[in-house]
T-cell receptor, first 111, second 115 residues
């Protein structure tokens, strides 16, 4: 089955700087790559997703890039703010398969 | 819409006790699933359902049962609780059986402690 890995496990950034989290996946047939944000005490919530027919997608301060050849995709957060502090999960999946999640990244934005 | 709701929010059980974690969604989603979240382990799939009357096992199904008699509800049963089942449990739903192609909507979670 699909195996998804996330790096780094913890990331600390100064407020206003950029944060980048990278995920790798194993199944070249995976074609849907969502990112979820989990705030303390809450369930994960989708913040952005990308499909395999697109190389990059942007939504205000967040963007996701996909490299199908290398089988990795990254989340980019620009102009980080304290409310960006959370755990971020990536996932990879295809068709009717349940998504495989990475182990999560703790992002800490230092004011 | 309330989205995905879970009850209870917190539960403490003694080893060997049984209980049911409730999950309901009001979005008419076909796909529903249960995950457990443990420190450093991410989200691991326990069981899932692609529609009423259809369930299947995920990555870590042992010790858990599920049923799906309606589109809205997907309860998770712990048959005989063990300390290894101490975890945070999340229920999620997705618009249709193509769960690998669409957003998952997560509930707020149930924090379970087994002593």
């Amino acid at each position: 089955g699909e195996n998804v890995e996330q790096h780094p496990s913890t990331l600390s950034v100064q407020e206003g700087d950029s944060a980048v989290i990278k995920c790798t996946y194993s199944d070249s047939a995976s074609n849907y790559f969502p990112w979820y944000k989990q705030e303390l005490g809450k369930g994960p919530q989708l913040i952005i997703d990308i499909r395999s027919n697109v190389g990059e997608k942007k939504d205000q301060r967040i963007a996701v890039t996909l490299n199908k050849t290398a089988k990795h995709f990254s989340l980019h957060i620009t102009e980080t703010q304290p409310e960006d502090s959370a755990v971020y999960f990536c996932a990879a999946s295809k068709g009717n398969n349940s998504p495989a999640f990475g182990k999560g990244n703790q992002v800490v934005v230092i004011p | 819409n309330a989205g995905v709701t879970q009850t209870p929010k917190f539960q403490v059980l003694k080893t060997g006790q049984s209980m049911t974690l409730q999950c309901a969604q009001d979005m008419n989603h076909e796909y529903m699933s249960w995950y457990r979240q443990d420190p450093g382990m991410g989200l691991r799939l326990i069981h899932y359902s692609v529609g009423a009357g259809i369930t299947d096992q995920g990555e870590v199904p042992n010790g858990y049962n599920v049923s799906r008699s309606t589109t809205e509800d997907f309860p998770l049963r712990l048959l005989s609780a063990a300390p290894s089942q101490t975890s945070v449990y999340f229920c999620a739903s997705s618009i249709n059986g193509l769960a690998g192609s669409y957003e998952q909507y997560f509930g707020p979670g149930t924090r379970l402690t087994v002593t």
